[in-house]
């Protein structure tokens, strides 16, 4: 998962800040709650001590994902492949498993072939990659981060929140379906990735690759992202369930100039530094325009009800607004919302200027000099069009442009009001209760998800983590240090899939 305290963060801020602008209650007709009523909350019986033990083992394996690519340990993902396969007797029985991946093969998709092969699978995404300790952050764990503790009602370790709990969530709830003899109406695949801490290119990306050759379509998937936080919202003290529906794209370009070099005794008017220099802040300036996109549009639908009703005039212009205009209330909510960096990436194309490189010695002018720029793509904003932006802004024919990224575009939008919409809501009040707001959300970073929601045969990927945290501050094991799971949450996140197997027969 990409910085999800940030991610929820902008959500946050957004409702913060949107809340402080006082707007006359002048349209106040039809604004009415979308949350769903009547769901019974049940409980599922798990084998809670097997299960616990399992993922106890699995944050064993250090399936680290470094930066550095060449720095990858083959051996802790060859280890940790056959720990899954001896824990999950059932599953490899019935299900088929090939191991994917370019150049690497270390990504997981299983196959649950449905009853009636007519009807277009599902897939459940994880990634069994997790990211490095921070060498500085090391010795503030309180257990060690790959030793699988098992403490105060919590399991402890790297992965524990991001992302093993789900693989291995989705493992224990299939594997306990399998002995009651089910089979789904609709083939269920799982794809587990290897490298989603680095965005995924090797293995959801040839996997998506993969599954497009094979199906036509794809009716639902369903991927990690925020998990439920209770008090998350300012505004609304419930607890919050936000259900990404579509994601940003990704795109870096290396801007450089390729020069005359020299001494420095003797310099030209102008050096190549200063000449990229210049580039790079004209890039910087030239930022995109606000839009709003259809997710925050939706964001607002059904969060808008909920908040104060004397602010509902501008969410509702929001979320009930069109493309081709821009009205009043709706310029006043760009205003606020671009006034805070983190919700301003929710409005447009952001431009970052990420790495700058020349020089070797302080008496030689370089020949050359580079700077990267990483770019969070809107819908419609296709690397044609950003290098194309970039050049007109830079207007200087001495500096290159070009794509060094496996760049994502931005994705489609997953339909919020569409039955596998309200199969995850349903699924999400069975499993935690009524007790919730369930909203949908734009996910300004991405998962591996990605890679099946930019393409036209799986528009309908839903992102959420199945996992309730008990408050804010548990966020922090994201990424961060002390990652941990209460072991009755874990149990519960295996109740949550083994419930959205049962009602996915009615997709
Ligand atoms: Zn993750």
């Known amino acids: ?23 006359l209650a002048s349209d106040q007709q039809e604004f009415n709650s979308m949350q769903m009523q009547g769901v019974e909350q049940i409980h599922v019986d ?22 550095d690519r060449s720095d990858f340990d083959e051996q802790a993902f060859k280890n940790y492949h056959a720990f899954i396969e001896s824990s999950y007797p059932l599953v490899h029985k019935h299900l088929k498993r090939e191991e994917v991946g370019d150049p690497r093969p270390f990504s997981l998709i299983y196959t649950w072939e449905g009853k009636n092969p007519d009807l277009a699978p599902a897939v459940f995404m994880a990634h069994q990659d997790v990211v490095p300790i921070a060498e500085e952050s090391r010795d503030q764990w309180l257990e060690e981060p790959f030793a699988g503790t098992i403490k105060d009602g919590y399991i402890w370790g790297r992965g524990v929140l991001d992302d093993k709990n789900q693989i291995h969530a989705i493992l224990e709830a299939t594997e306990m379906k399998l002995a009651q003899g089910f089979q789904p109406e609709r083939t269920i695949l799982f794809v587990f990735g290897h490298d989603e801490e680095v965005g995924g290119p090797e293995g959801a990306k040839h996997a998506a690759d993969i599954l ?19 008090g998350i919202f300012p505004g609304i003290r419930e607890n919050t369930a936000l259900i990404g529906i579509a994601q940003k794209g990704f795109i870096s370009l ?26 790079v802040e004209q890039v910087e300036a030239a930022q995109f325009p606000y839009k709003i996109h259809d997710a925050v549009r939706y964001q607002y639908r059904y969060m808008g009800p909920e908040l104060p009703e004397d602010q509902q005039p501008m969410y509702k212009a929001v979320a009930y607004g069109d493309n081709d205009t821009v009205t009043d209330l709706e310029q006043k909510f760009i205003e606020v ?10 409005l447009h194309t952001t431009t970052a200027v990420t790495m700058f490189n020349a ?6 002018l370089p020949p050359a000099a580079t700077a990267v720029v990483n770019f969070r793509p809107m819908p419609g904003d296709t690397p044609e069009v950003i290098i194309e932006h970039v050049k007109n802004a830079i207007n200087d024919d ?13 994705t489609n939008v997953a339909d919020p009001a569409g039955e596998g919409f309200s199969i995850l809501e349903k699924s999400i009040r069975q499993t935690w209760g009524n007790d919730l707001i369930v909203s949908p959300f734009f996910v300004i970073g991405g998962s591996d998800s990605k890679h099946f929601q930019a393409r036209d045969f799986a528009p309908d990927v839903y992102t959420i983590t199945g996992i309730q945290l008990e408050n804010v501050k548990e966020f922090e094991g994201f990424h961060g240090v002390n990652e941990r799971i209460l072991v009755e949450e874990y149990g519960r996140s295996i109740g949550f899939f083994y419930t959205l197997i049962d009602n996915l027969e009615n997709l």
Do not use: C, W
Request: overall charge negative.
């Open 254 to 279: 290396e801007i450089a100039i390729n020069g005359i070099g020299g001494h420095s005794s003797q310099p030209p008017e102008e050096t190549n530094i200063v000449a990229l220099a210049k580039a």
């Open 1 to 23: 998962m990409i910085e999800p305290s940030k991610l929820v963060t902008a959500i946050a801020s957004t409702l913060a800040l949107s809340a402080s602008v006082s707007v």
């Open 398 to 410: 001495r500096i290159t442009v070009r794509d060094i990224s496996a760049s994502t575009p931005a």
């Open 337 to 346: 919302m671009s006034q805070n960096q983190v919700t301003r990436a929710m």
């Open 46 to 67: 798990v084998d809670l001590e097997g299960a616990t033990q399992r993922l106890s083992q699995a944050v064993q394996f250090p399936t680290i994902s470094n930066q």
């Open 212 to 230: 497009e050759q094979r199906y036509d379509e794809i009716a639902f998937v369903i991927d990690e992202s925020a998990p439920l936080v209770p």
């Open 359 to 364: 020089g070797i010695k302080d008496n030689v």
